[in-house]
């Protein structure tokens, strides 16, 4: 089980140029979740998919981010007109679905830097 | 304001010495509770869940919980230069819209050799 896989593990862009993050879950798993980290807010919750579909995206900047999972293999992070204050760890995580004593499994995170 | 709470911010022990790590919801809906750990360069790694009132053991990491107060703690006994991490404390809501985990902000625990 090679665990949740992140790419790129780290991408530059320009202020104002788009950033797409990919990540597989774990084969089996059907919630797939996306975090932010930085030093001054910490871990922050963006959004989360269930078999695919869009359960919970309260945590999403309600411009330039955008979430997709078109099939159960992989989901993407779309930042567009990316900004200095978007420079952060995106972190994907999967689970089981149901219940609250399912672990959820972290990817390694793409480190964002908008220069 | 946090709606999960981590003290200290950062801590450091010594090798072979008891490191205590403390978090408080202030939100009654969240009921469940995992302690993550995350090393540098690393993601978070689930280290272990208490849901009841009570001490959860294994082995040398044990979690409390006391719901009434909505506080729990991460008392990490004989602790190793490889706990040297930042744990956090993360909540979840009750039912089927908390799946998301809500994060503190993190203790950066030291273990010195």
Redesign the interface.
Same mark, same amino acid.
């Given at each position: 089980n090679a665990g949740v896989i992140q790419t790129p593990r780290h991408k530059v862009t320009g202020k104002g140029q788009e950033a797409t993050l990919w990540c597989e879950p774990i084969s089996g798993h059907s919630a797939v979740f996306w975090y932010r980290q930085t030093i001054v807010q910490g871990l922050e919750f963006l959004t989360y998919f269930r078999n695919q579909a869009p359960i919970d995206d309260s945590g999403m900047p309600k411009e330039r981010f955008s979430a997709q999972m078109p099939n159960q293999s992989h989901s993407t992070l779309k930042i567009q007109s990316t900004q200095p204050q978007d420079s952060a760890v995106y972190l994907c995580a999967s689970s089981h679905w149901g219940g609250s004593s399912y672990e959820q499994y972290f990817g390694p995170g793409t480190r964002l830097t908008v220069l | 304001q946090?709606k999960v709470q981590q003290s200290p911010e950062s801590l450091s022990v010594p090798e072979g010495g008891m490191a205590s790590l403390n978090c408080t919801s202030s939100d009654r809906n969240f009921? +469940?509770f995992?302690w +993550?750990r995350q090393h540098s !360069?690393? /993601?978070?790694? @689930?280290l272990m869940?208490i $849901?009841s009132d009570g001490d959860k053991k294994e082995g040398r990491f044990t979690a409390h919980l006391n719901k009434a107060s909505l506080h729990v703690s991460l008392h990490i006994r004989d602790s190793q230069p490889s706990d040297s991490a930042l744990y $956090?404390c @993360?909540a979840?809501a +009750?039912g089927s819209? /908390?799946?998301?985990? =809500? $994060? /503190? =902000? !993190?203790t950066l625990l030291s273990v010195k050799p």
């Amino acid at each position: 089980n090679a665990g949740v896989i992140q790419t790129p593990r780290h991408k530059v862009t320009g202020k104002g140029q788009e950033a797409t993050l990919w990540c597989e879950p774990i084969s089996g798993h059907s919630a797939v979740f996306w975090y932010r980290q930085t030093i001054v807010q910490g871990l922050e919750f963006l959004t989360y998919f269930r078999n695919q579909a869009p359960i919970d995206d309260s945590g999403m900047p309600k411009e330039r981010f955008s979430a997709q999972m078109p099939n159960q293999s992989h989901s993407t992070l779309k930042i567009q007109s990316t900004q200095p204050q978007d420079s952060a760890v995106y972190l994907c995580a999967s689970s089981h679905w149901g219940g609250s004593s399912y672990e959820q499994y972290f990817g390694p995170g793409t480190r964002l830097t908008v220069l | 304001q946090q709606k999960v709470q981590q003290s200290p911010e950062s801590l450091s022990v010594p090798e072979g010495g008891m490191a205590s790590l403390n978090c408080t919801s202030s939100d009654r809906n969240f009921q +469940y509770f995992w302690w +993550y750990r995350q090393h540098s !360069g690393e /993601g978070p790694k @689930a280290l272990m869940s208490i $849901f009841s009132d009570g001490d959860k053991k294994e082995g040398r990491f044990t979690a409390h919980l006391n719901k009434a107060s909505l506080h729990v703690s991460l008392h990490i006994r004989d602790s190793q230069p490889s706990d040297s991490a930042l744990y $956090f404390c @993360a909540a979840r809501a +009750y039912g089927s819209s /908390g799946n998301k985990l =809500i $994060f /503190g =902000i !993190g203790t950066l625990l030291s273990v010195k050799p």
